[in-house]
């Protein structure tokens, strides 16, 4: 596989890219890290407690994700092949998750990705912060893009993917638009993190 250099360098992170801390749009803090097996039943619960509306969004679907996909999800042993990152809040022991962020290859160089986040969390960049943090993730382990597939009527997912400063094409078929987005660090995604990380931090 041949190597990438990026033109231009993300923002190093006070922790790892796979987790840490996470400071919110509201100044809140959460803690952000990558699934392991024993999430099952906490993602689980976290997929349930979503509105109808999140669901279908998500996943086009009232019913949410099966066991298997979910299980799949639980599964980050292969970057290459597919990650997923879980966010949960610090101060609210035991921890519960409020946002789930995915990726999973469909070839050499494209994964799929997709978002949740929690109805209560909508709005705070936590979306945004996840985006990020899974690009600059597969990116590392050698993929260039992510495709996504969401509803037209989702105004605030098709924002977090062009507002993010990536390279980002979109082409809506029906109801529905897919995204085409470079996981490579440019000179507009460099620009927008450092943006968020001083006014998050402020």
């Known amino acids: 596989m041949s190597s990438v250099r990026p033109r231009y360098i993300p923002l190093p992170y006070q922790d790892a890219p796979d987790s ?3 400071i919110l749009r509201d100044g809140s803090t959460a803690t952000v890290r990558t699934t392991r097996p024993d999430d099952k039943e ?16 998500r996943f086009f679907s009232r019913s949410g994700p099966s066991a298997k996909i979910i299980e799949s999800f639980c599964d980050s042993s292969n970057p290459r092949a597919a990650l997923s990152l879980i ?14 962020g995915t990726y999973m290859a469909r070839n ?13 969390f909508q709005g705070k960049g936590v979306g945004t912060l996840l985006l990020e943090r899974l690009a600059l993730l597969a990116a590392a382990n050698g ?24 390279e980002c094409r979109t082409k809506a078929d029906g109801g ?4 085409d987005l470079s996981v490579l660090a440019s000179e507009a995604s460099v620009a927008r993190a450092e943006l968020r990380d001083r006014v998050f931090s402020t």
């Open 20 to 22: 840490g801390r996470l």
């Open 42 to 57: 906490t993602l689980t619960a976290f997929f349930g407690s979503l509105s109808d509306q999140s669901k279908i969004q």
């Open 87 to 100: 966010v949960t809040r610090l101060a609210e022991p035991p921890a519960r998750i409020i946002a789930a």
């Open 108 to 120: 050499e160089t494209t994964a799929e990705v997709a978002l949740t986040v929690d109805d209560a």
């Open 143 to 166: 993929l260039r893009r992510f495709w996504a597939l969401t509803m037209l009527e989702n105004r605030p997912m098709l924002d977090v993917f062009r507002d993010s400063g990536f």
């Open 176 to 179: 529905y638009v897919e995204i």
